[in-house]
């Protein structure tokens, strides 16, 4: 039996979360998805892992209102992933100006120049609506896993 769509706007960092792995597992009922909360992970390691389509990617959410909150820790980890040719992205829904899927190589320079319009310059996939459509979730997840 499918899953009804969600139909709220995410309203936290979790929500978001939970309406990614909803969306993906609708999509892909084989996906694999690890949701990474621990104080033995790396620092700074993205919320989740997921295999997609036979690609493993790393994905970091944020739900902000102006700008992400990016620690140190997690710049780092995201210039070590891109380092050794990993699949990272950071997915971020601007409270009230939409979402951006950012892939993890861009995250150093977005968080030095604090410009919520060059996150929407860098990103992979973004979207101006508060609320995203089935086919809109569809869309982001494909792009996770199509190659760079």
Same mark, same amino acid.
């Given at each position: 039996? @499918? @899953?009804?769509?969600?139909? @709220?706007?995410?309203?936290?960092? &979790?929500? =978001?979360?939970?309406?990614?792995?909803? *969306?993906?597992?609708?999509?892909?009922?084989?996906?694999?998805? *690890?949701?990474?909360?621990?104080?033995?992970? &790396?620092?700074?390691?993205?919320? +989740?892992?997921?295999?997609?389509? /036979?690609?493993?990617?790393?994905?970091?959410?944020?739900?902000?209102?102006?700008?992400?909150? !990016?620690?140190?820790? #997690?710049?780092?980890?995201?210039?070590?992933? !891109?380092?050794? @040719? /990993?699949?990272?992205?950071?997915?971020?829904?601007?409270?009230?100006? /939409?979402?951006?899927?950012?892939? /993890?190589?861009?995250? &150093?320079?977005?968080?030095?120049?604090?410009?919520?319009?060059?996150?929407?310059?860098?990103?992979? =996939?973004? *979207?101006?609506? +508060? +609320?995203?459509? #089935?086919?809109?979730?569809?869309?982001?997840?494909?792009? =996770?896993?199509?190659?760079?």
């Amino acid at each position: 039996m @499918k @899953k009804p769509w969600p139909s @709220k706007t995410s309203e936290s960092e &979790a929500a =978001l979360v939970k309406d990614f792995i909803d *969306s993906a597992l609708l999509f892909d009922p084989l996906a694999q998805i *690890s949701l990474i909360e621990s104080p033995q992970s &790396a620092a700074g390691f993205p919320d +989740t892992c997921a295999c997609l389509d /036979g690609q493993m990617v790393a994905i970091e959410f944020k739900y902000c209102e102006s700008l992400p909150k !990016v620690r140190p820790s #997690q710049v780092r980890w995201f210039k070590d992933n !891109v380092k050794a @040719k /990993g699949r990272s992205w950071m997915m971020v829904q601007f409270a009230k100006h /939409g979402f951006v899927l950012v892939p /993890g190589e861009f995250i &150093a320079e977005l968080v030095q120049k604090k410009s919520r319009d060059l996150w929407f310059n860098r990103a992979e =996939l973004f *979207s101006f609506d +508060t +609320t995203l459509s #089935q086919r809109q979730w569809r869309e982001f997840i494909l792009a =996770l896993t199509v190659p760079f």
